[in-house]
């Protein structure tokens, strides 16, 4: 639903998107985030959330997911890479 337009977004912005992950969740323990979009150009990944309404809370929630998202990026990309070579 919202995945189309955000590729076209992404694009008209001069990202050359190739791939587009749905609902990556990931973590350990107590720290689990779930990732809407994960939007792929190469090297470059963009996390996307997606709301219908936004409030405070969700805004800063979502500079925790970053923190959460960068410590994990190795373990995102290894996802991402066996996900496309899978037959």
Do not use: W
């Not at 919202?2 to 992404?10: D, N």
């Not at 190469?42 to 805004?59: F, H, Q, S």
């Amino acid at each position: 639903m919202v995945e189309p337009a955000v590729v076209e977004l992404f694009r008209q912005q001069g990202l050359d998107v190739n791939e587009v992950h749905s609902r990556m969740r990931l973590g350990h323990g107590r720290e689990r985030i779930e990732i809407d979009l994960l939007v792929v150009d190469g090297d470059t990944a963009v996390a996307v959330e997606c709301k219908t309404r936004l409030t405070v809370e969700d805004v800063v929630r979502q500079g925790e997911n970053v923190s959460l998202i960068l410590a994990q990026r190795d373990v995102i990309f290894s996802l991402v890479y066996k996900n496309e070579n899978m037959p």
